[in-house]
């Protein structure tokens, strides 16, 4: 089952956990089973963890009230030309050597962005499918926010589809750095997409309470205020779609394990700073196909979940993970590097209003604390 297409809802969650004879956080973690990396982790970690998955929209709802049709263009000319698209068009350009991009961009910096692109395109010329989106959108009263996200004409990678069978063979193994001079495909998402050339490892373990666990972030957006760093957005970067169901992938169980274990990582790691405790935000990347995901992780979720047994009927939505995410982007096309600019200026957006709001909090207390 791809738990992602299915489990919406608290009653989706208790007759899947029934089926699948789930089991707590705590009695997972204390178990010979437990895998202390999150890129290890499967279905049986998705019940643990409590997610629910809401259906996917063409704008995260996170950020709709920062969105609207046309608020792309204008930002600046590089902005423009990005969303435009390259000179030669993407047929040629995956045919174009690395060298012969970068000059023909001369000074443009953009050329380098091409020049990343290019071998996802020729790496994905295969299999060539039309899908649409992992499952009906849901109709949402929302204002207009532009068109569509077609995704006719999505490319799926012919790559083995099977899961790795040892750590070090992932694309982002915890603990692992691969060593190899070698591009590997996967680095080839990550230059591609990157905004910070850094991998960050988060772990969280309680003493004598359960074993660790830990997760690495490709890569992601990063806000710096007062001389502090706050994650704004993790990054996960996959070479190929690893579930395809009637002709269309969809998240597979393994990647969304993953990616929610590097948000409650993040949530959880003492030494980590995210923007918004409760409120995490992670982009995944396969080539140049990109999904946005929002975790809504609160407190009361927090104190709970680790003892809460799947199989028992629970109706109360803060003992649940919440999962909203948006549909793929191809950002090969301009419709979807537009969507995706509009998301990426939404973050920053929102990143700016929840540090001032904290940074107006603060002033406030100190000045009741001089009055006093």
């Not at 409590?50 to 709802?61: A, H, T, W």
Request: negative net charge; hydrophobic residues 40%; proline residues 4%.
């Amino acid at each position: 089952m791809a738990y992602y297409n299915i489990i919406e809802t608290p009653r989706d969650f208790l007759e899947a956990a029934l089926s699948q004879q789930a089991v707590s956080f705590m009695t997972l973690q204390q178990s010979d089973s437990w895998e202390s990396a999150a890129s290890r982790w499967g279905i049986q970690y998705l019940f643990a963890c409590r997610v629910i998955c809401k259906q996917s929209s063409n704008i995260l709802p996170l950020l709709a009230d920062r969105i609207c049709s046309g608020c792309e263009t204008g930002i600046h000319h590089c902005i423009d030309n990005l969303i435009q698209g390259p000179r030669e068009g993407t047929e040629t350009l995956g045919q174009m050597a690395e060298l012969q991009i970068v000059q023909a961009y001369d000074l443009e910096s953009l050329g380098y962005v091409w020049a990343a692109l290019s071998p996802l395109l020729q790496l994905d010329t295969s299999i060539r499918k039309t899908m649409t989106s992992e499952r009906p959108v849901r109709e949402r009263n929302r204002p207009d926010h532009g068109e569509y996200i077609s995704s006719e004409g999505f490319q799926i990678s012919s790559s083995p589809l099977e899961r790795p069978n040892t750590a070090s063979s992932l694309p982002s193994s915890v603990g692992y750095m691969e060593r190899s001079s070698a591009s590997l495909p996967v680095d080839k998402e990550l230059r591609f997409i990157q905004y910070r050339d850094e991998r960050l490892a988060y772990a969280y373990g309680e003493p004598r309470v359960g074993k660790r666990f830990e997760a690495v972030d490709d890569g992601g957006v990063q806000l710096k205020h007062m001389g502090k760093i706050f994650q704004v957005a993790i990054l996960e970067a996959k070479r190929s779609f690893q579930d395809i169901i009637d002709g269309s992938p969809t998240v597979s169980n393994e990647l969304l394990a993953q990616i929610v274990g590097e948000a409650l990582a993040l949530r959880l790691s003492p030494g980590a700073s995210s923007i918004s405790e409760e409120n995490i935000v992670s982009i995944v990347a396969v080539k140049y196909y990109i999904k946005i995901f929002h975790f809504n992780i609160t407190d009361d979720f927090i104190h709970c979940f680790k003892t809460l047994l799947p199989t028992d009927k629970n109706l109360d939505m803060s003992t649940y993970l919440k999962v909203e995410s948006t549909v793929w982007f191809d950002v090969s096309e301009p419709t979807g590097r537009k969507y995706f600019v509009r998301h990426l200026s939404a973050l920053v957006a929102w990143a700016d209003a929840v540090t001032i709001t904290e940074t107006d909090l603060e002033g406030s207390e100190d000045s009741m604390a001089l009055e006093e």
